[in-house]
C-alpha cells in the first residue's frame, strides 16, 4: 500500500512557475509508475503527466506540453512537477498518483493517490 503526499502549490501570477513535490512512503518507490493529474472546479479529474518508474521516459498531456516537466528522485521517494509559463487555465487541485506497471494516463487506471494541492493562477 502507497501512500502519497503533495506539497508545492499555492497562489501564482499569470506566468510564473511553482514546483510541485510528492513524497510516497509505504511501499517499493521504485516499482511504480507515477502520475499527477488535476481537477478544476466542476470539471473532471485528468491526466497532466506521468513518467516511468525509472523516470526515463516521461509523457505530457498537450495542454501542458513544453511548460511543465515531470521528475522523479527514487532515492528521496519523491517525484515532481515543475510549472513554468502557468495561466489562470492551470487553476486545479493538482494530484500525484502511483501504478504497479507500466503506462497509463487514465484515473481509474491508478489505484493509490494522495490528497491533492491547490494550485491557483491569478491575472
Known amino acids: 500500500q502507497v501512500q502519497l503526499v503533495e506539497s508545492g502549490g499555492g497562489l501564482v501570477q499569470t506566468g510564473g512557475s511553482l514546483r510541485l513535490s510528492c513524497a510516497a512512503s509505504?511501499?517499493?518507490?521504485?516499482?511504480?509508475?507515477m502520475g499527477w493529474f488535476r481537477q478544476a472546479p466542476g470539471k473532471e479529474r485528468e491526466f497532466v503527466a506521468a513518467?516511468?518508474?525509472?523516470?526515463?521516459?516521461?509523457y505530457y498531456a498537450d495542454s501542458v506540453k513544453g511548460r511543465f516537466t515531470i521528475s522523479r528522485d527514487n532515492g528521496k521517494n519523491t517525484v515532481y512537477l515543475q510549472m513554468n509559463s502557468l495561466k489562470s487555465d492551470d487553476t486545479a487541485v493538482y494530484y500525484c498518483?502511483?501504478?504497479?506497471?507500466?503506462?497509463?494516463?487514465?484515473?481509474?487506471?491508478?489505484?493509490?493517490w494522495g490528497q491533492g494541492t491547490q494550485v491557483t493562477v491569478s491575472s
Open positions: 513518467t516511468t518508474r525509472g523516470g526515463i521516459y516521461t
Open positions: 509505504g511501499g517499493t518507490f521504485s516499482s511504480h509508475f
Open positions: 498518483a502511483a501504478r504497479l506497471g507500466s503506462y497509463g494516463t487514465s484515473v481509474n487506471s491508478y489505484p493509490y
